[in-house]
């Protein structure tokens, strides 16, 4: 079987087990529902998530169906936010942001870009600061907390405009970002990614946070600074990153499991996803190969008996310990269509 097949039933499966009869809800939050109060979280990200999961699909399949499953989801997540993309949280703006440029970008209306220039309009005029030395605050109720989720993504999307609408403020506000993130938070040496500096307002480095989150779109951010600049040394440091990640987060063939579900769970598809980008710039064979192994261990581990796919947290597991998280299913899915884009 290919990753592409397993794709198709991770894509499948996210509606078998996750699709909710509440229309408000439109997905629920974990499987199986067993009390109500587990829906009480509005998990705007993840539906973003959910978004980027079915373009692609579409991409991979041509296959309409996946297209009209992300604008409809697109819309309601927008609609259910107060019928904006602004939030609370900028790092959940940004992973709407780039959901809606990469519609824009398949679709070509007009909307989704209009919506990806708000979000980033809105976040340089309110999240940088000079609060531990510059940076972009996590979020408008802590402003001098600065961390690599709301740095690097804004980036990723600054930078994709850019090669849209080559508005110079894009570039330089990346540029400034990024001079700040390898300061502060990118290790010199290995490139290896803190998570965040201040959180209990002490100036402090997150230094037991270390997430394939934050090397994943660090990648990211490097690949876009790659294809404005030309600049061989963006894809270096990406490589480098990359590898050191497979160093530092890799325990018995799959990125370890990070904690006790919730956000957790999207963490290992964002790093598969940008490092597939990665792959297809480089060819490279040690990252290609420890995709393939880890999603074969993925998919011997996370199919169920009638051929879904329900995935362990930790992909070791034999099977999942219930409820498990649709940002665990996602996450999941994000990693098989990254294995899919390589066949």
């Given at each position: 079987?290919?990753?592409?097949?397993?794709?198709?039933?991770?894509?499948?499966?996210?509606?078998?087990?996750?699709?909710?009869?509440?229309?408000?809800?439109?997905?629920?939050?974990?499987?199986?529902?067993?009390?109500?109060?587990?829906?009480?979280?509005?998990?705007?990200?993840?539906?973003?998530?959910?978004?980027?999961?079915?373009?692609?699909?579409?991409?991979?399949?041509?296959?309409?169906?996946?297209?009209?499953?992300?604008?409809?989801?697109?819309?309601?997540?927008?609609?259910?936010?107060?019928?904006?993309?602004?939030?609370?949280?900028?790092?959940?703006?940004?992973?709407?942001?780039?959901?809606?440029?990469?519609?824009?970008?398949?679709?070509?209306?007009?909307?989704?870009?209009?919506?990806?220039?708000?979000?980033?309009?809105?976040?340089?005029?309110?999240?940088?600061?000079?609060?531990?030395?510059?940076?972009?605050?996590?979020?408008?109720?802590?402003?001098?907390y600065k961390n690599t989720p709301a740095n690097a993504?804004?980036?990723?999307?600054?930078?994709?405009?850019?090669?849209?609408?080559?508005?110079?403020?894009?570039?330089?506000?990346?540029?400034?970002?990024?001079?700040?993130?390898?300061?502060?938070?990118?290790?010199?040496?290995?490139?290896?990614?803190?998570?965040?500096?201040?959180?209990?307002?002490?100036?402090?480095?997150?230094?037991?946070?270390?997430?394939?989150?934050?090397?994943?779109?660090?990648?990211?951010?490097?690949?876009?600074?790659?294809?404005?600049?030309?600049?061989?040394?963006?894809?270096?440091?990406?490589?480098?990153?990359?590898?050191?990640?497979?160093?530092?987060?890799?325990?018995?063939?799959?990125?370890?499991?990070?904690?006790?579900?919730?956000?957790?769970?999207?963490?290992?598809?964002?790093?598969?996803?940008?490092?597939?980008?990665?792959?297809?710039?480089?060819?490279?064979?040690?990252?290609?190969?420890?995709?393939?192994?880890?999603?074969?261990?993925?998919?011997?581990?996370?199919?169920?008996?009638?051929?879904?796919?329900?995935?362990?947290?930790?992909?070791?597991?034999?099977?999942?310990?219930?409820?498990?998280?649709?940002?665990?299913?996602?996450?999941?899915?994000?990693?098989?269509?990254?294995?899919?884009?390589?066949?």
């Amino acid at each position: 079987m290919t990753y592409s097949h397993y794709a198709d039933i991770g894509q499948q499966s996210l509606d078998d087990f996750y699709l909710s009869k509440d229309p408000i809800q439109r997905y629920n939050n974990a499987y199986p529902i067993t009390d109500l109060h587990q829906n009480d979280t509005f998990n705007y990200w993840w539906i973003a998530h959910l978004v980027d999961v079915r373009l692609d699909a579409y991409l991979r399949t041509k296959d309409a169906k996946y297209l009209e499953l992300a604008e409809q989801t697109y819309d309601y997540n927008k609609t259910r936010n107060h019928g904006t993309l602004l939030h609370v949280y900028y790092d959940d703006m940004l992973w709407n942001a780039l959901a809606a440029l990469r519609l824009f970008q398949i679709t070509g209306k007009a909307g989704y870009l209009d919506d990806a220039k708000m979000v980033c309009d809105d976040i340089f005029r309110t999240a940088w600061n000079d609060n531990m030395g510059g940076g972009f605050a996590w979020t408008r109720m802590q402003l001098d907390y600065k961390n690599t989720p709301a740095n690097a993504p804004v980036m990723i999307l600054a930078l994709r405009l850019y090669q849209i609408e080559p508005d110079p403020k894009y570039l330089e506000m990346s540029k400034r970002d990024l001079e700040w993130m390898r300061r502060v938070l990118v290790n010199p040496d290995t490139l290896f990614v803190e998570d965040g500096i201040n959180r209990n307002k002490d100036g402090q480095i997150d230094t037991q946070w270390q997430f394939t989150y934050n090397q994943g779109v660090y990648i990211g951010a490097l690949l876009e600074f790659y294809h404005v600049t030309g600049e061989q040394t963006y894809l270096d440091q990406a490589t480098k990153c990359a590898h050191t990640s497979l160093d530092v987060l890799v325990k018995n063939g799959v990125f370890a499991d990070a904690g006790d579900g919730g956000d957790i769970g999207l963490f290992k598809g964002i790093l598969y996803r940008y490092m597939t980008l990665l792959i297809k710039e480089t060819d490279d064979e040690t990252l290609t190969a420890f995709t393939r192994s880890s999603c074969d261990i993925l998919i011997a581990h996370g199919m169920t008996a009638d051929g879904k796919l329900l995935p362990p947290r930790d992909w070791n597991d034999a099977e999942p310990t219930l409820p498990l998280d649709l940002s665990d299913e996602i996450g999941a899915v994000m990693s098989l269509e990254a294995a899919a884009a390589l066949e």
